[in-house]
RNA sequence: AGUCCGAUGGUGUAAUGGUAGCACUACAGAUUUUGGUUCUGUCUGUCUAGGUUCGAAUCCUGGUCGGACUACCA
């Protein structure tokens, strides 16, 4: 038997539930707000309320969050299904909006006013403030708070019909204004904006605020776990509040803390800057921690929703490592990238006993871990690239790479001894010259010889080139919101590397956009979505290889 | 400083009054035609002070530390 899995604090409350008997069925929902792109941190919200109705055999909505016309728009609302979708979810039924509730919600306005629980306040917005209150002092009466129902009724409908101005009026819940939860202070629950909503068009000049949307959304879907973030907790009594006095199905809010990725930021708002500071090249810029970015960068979707479900949820603030999502990104590709090489930083190599003009192509396994990945033909001669940090003049003891008089195998290929090398002016080595045995070809070795290095090579005649562009965290501390100052000074300034023309091996020339493929030695590279040209592809670098010899070098 | 939430190795997360476990990281070794992969092993933890109990990470009380809330954003 499989061992047991545990539970996290979510899945508790709904085994119970389901126990007693309080639900048949669970339902919940993804309800963005389509202003940004989605980040890994909504990821962990779609493999959170999508995985729990899958677990148990419930239903999970996408509902678009829109009831502020001002910041949202359909970029936004086809990036975020294509999001979801890539990551292999499917929400119930038919996509949900907000703003289809419009009407629905308008009525459940009027309700409140009739029962006495809401009213208008012509306040401006520095008055409601200042009579808020603040944590330690209560709030004062609003001078409106006591319009008769018929007054606030008439008001209402007029904002609805577009008698006032931007900030003219509002509609407040009427609560306690000294009530210890600020939020419950009569908030507002209508504004009037004159806006343009990308849905409703110019129906509507008045829109519901979020905490006399969401509740009741959730509960018109009849949504029975309705999962949202730790700032919200203080949302909740409003949220039952409303639900009880409408007398509308009892959905219930459950919190859990966002997640958080080491040297990157999360919030909308810092991503939105980076994107129109022009830090980055776009919200899909690979170095976002969007879920576009990443998708270009090359993560599989399943390292996505692996890394989500490794890291769990709970209530505690947190920052993962980085290096857990990089760890599963390589779990995934160890698996089906395709290993190809490539020459990042080359140095001619010269097999001085390789005839010259012959030529041969040779048998390279295209992945080790898949038995059934087959082979390919590599050509080969007597001149190559190999990589400048592959030789060294003076070779400390453990380096088992090329120097003076040191063997190594070609991967592939043969194994050769280093003969000599030649510099230029500068003191900078221009070629390594090398002897090979010809009874070590690759696959049919007689010489019984060990080597301790292979070095990865690409044949200078027929190589092709390529733009390579590697990438390195974007921020220089683990998190940069919770430092001094303004996040950007963090930036890490070296984020992106671009190697304009590496030397690759000719097969790679026909690369397709999106394909993902390992570079021997050099790490796991994807095929640019965007930059790549038939016959001219854009790698970017997904993550590098572990490194020991690196870090044993880092040591010294 | 009012209200609320939280605190378990370096990181994340389990243990629901009864052996502090898992993953990542780190370290050591084996295998390896990628210094990759794989395999084996090792290190490191219950914020604190009391209390309840045969027994406390878990329950209670005080303290400490961290976070959220005072938008016509969500």
């Known amino acids: 038997m499989s061992e047991e899995k545990s539970l996290n604090f979510l899945e508790d409350i709904i085994e119970q539930h ?7 069925h669970i339902h919940t929902r993804f309800p963005p707000e389509p202003n940004g792109y989605l980040h890994i941190g909504h990821a962990s919200s779609i493999c959170l309320n999508f995985g729990l109705a899958k677990k148990y055999g419930g239903k999970c909505n996408l509902r678009f969050d829109d009831t502020n016309p001002v910041t949202e728009d359909t970029e936004y ?27 629905t919600l308008y009525n459940f306005a009027v309700d409140l006013i009739k029962k006495g629980l809401a009213y208008v306040d012509d306040s401006t917005a520095e008055e409601i403030a200042a009579t808020k209150g603040s944590t330690t002092e209560p709030g004062k009466n609003s001078p409106y708070r006591n319009r008769s129902i018929e007054e606030n009724l008439q008001l209402f409908a007029e904002m609805k019909e577009g008698k006032n101005k931007d900030g003219e009026k509002v509609l407040r819940a009427k609560i306690d204004m000294a009530h210890p939860n600020l939020l419950l202070r009569d908030p507002l629950m209508y504004r009037i904006k004159h806006a343009h909503h990308h849905r409703t068009g110019d129906k509507w000049c008045i829109y519901p605020m979020y905490d006399f949307a969401h509740g009741q959304s959730d509960s018109i879907e009849n949504i029975t776990h309705s999962i949202c973030t730790l700032e919200f907790i203080h949302h909740r009594p409003l949220y039952d509040w409303f639900i009880e006095k409408l007398g509308i199905y009892p959905s219930k809010q459950y919190e859990f803390a966002r997640r958080n990725l080491s040297y990157t930021v999360m919030s909308k708002r810092k991503l939105l800057q980076l994107v129109n500071e022009k830090h980055v090249t776009g919200w899909d810029d690979p170095r976002m921690p969007t879920i576009s970015g990443m998708r270009r960068r090359g993560y599989p979707a399943q390292a996505i929703v692996n890394f989500c479900d490794t890291v769990g949820i709970a209530k505690r603030e947190n920052v993962v490592d980085l290096g857990v999502l990089e760890f599963h990104v390589r779990e995934q590709l160890n698996k089906t990238a395709l290993r190809m090489m490539a020459v990042l930083d080359p140095v001619k190599l010269i097999i001085t006993n390789y005839p010259e003009g012959q030529a041969e192509e040779l048998d390279m396994e295209n992945n080790p871990e898949d038995e059934n990945g087959g082979t390919r033909k590599v050509p080969f001669s007597r ?21 003076p008089g040191l063997t190594v195998r070609l991967k592939g290929a043969y194994i050769i001894e280093c ?35 292979t070095i990865h090579w690409v044949n200078a005649p027929t ?8 990438y390195d965290r974007l921020f220089k501390v683990e998190n940069p919101a919770a430092e ?40 796991y590279f994807a095929v640019d979505s965007k930059d790549s040209t038939p016959g001219k592809p854009v790698f970017n670098r997904t993550v590098t290889l572990k490194d020991s010899w690196a870090k044993e070098q880092k040591k010294d």
């Open 463 to 470: 190589a092709r080139t390529a733009e390579v562009r590697l």
């Open 18 to 24: 389901l126990a007693e008997g309080r639900y048949k």
């Open 383 to 403: 001149e190559l690239w190999i990589e400048r940090e592959d030789f060294m003049e003076e070779p400390p003891k453990k380096f088992f790479r090329l120097g």
């Open 77 to 103: 609302v086809d990036s975020i299904m294509n999001d979801i979708r890539w990551l292999g979810f499917e929400w119930e039924g038919e996509t949900l909006y907000t703003s289809d509730y419009f009407d």
């Open 419 to 453: 003969t000599g090398f030649a510099k230029d002016n500068n003191g900078n080595v221009t070629e390594i010259h090398a002897t090979y045995i010809p009874e070590s070809k690759s696959g049919h070795d007689t010489t019984g010889l060990k080597v301790k290095g």
């Open 484 to 523: 001094e100052g303004d996040f950007k000074t963090y930036i890490n300034e070296h984020s992106l590397e671009v190697l304009p023309a590496v030397y690759v091996e000719p097969a790679l020339a026909d690369a397709q956009p999106g394909q993902e493929f390992q570079f021997l030695r050099k790490g």
